[in-house]
């Protein structure tokens, strides 16, 4: 099933990783038209397109939330990785 974010969720999520556009397209595969677009939510994106933002930045350690009264949320989990980094 896919998760229904808007381009608040995607903008924050990449500020809670540091990476700009470019890095999110360069990781998706995508352009960075595609993800300003969205982003700013002038566009309705397909389906494709959603799943492939969503997944990498789920891979990247973000959950996105969404509650049926219209509450949304992005959290960044840091990987066993980042934790061990942050202890040197």
């Known amino acids: 099933m896919t998760k229904l974010v808007n381009g608040k969720q995607i903008r924050s999520a990449r500020g809670l990783l540091g990476w ?3 890095k999110l397209a360069q990781e998706s ?3 960075i038209n595609s993800v300003a677009k969205f982003e700013r939510e002038e566009v309705n994106t397909t ?3 959603l799943i492939t933002l969503t ?3 789920e891979n990247a350690g973000i959950e996105f939330w969404n509650y049926k009264d219209g509450r949304f949320g992005v959290m960044f989990i840091p990987s066993q990785t980042d934790q061990d980094k942050n202890e040197d």
């Open 20 to 22: 700009s556009q470019s």
């Open 29 to 31: 595969g995508l352009s």
């Open 47 to 49: 389906t494709g397109t």
């Open 55 to 57: 997944t990498t930045l």
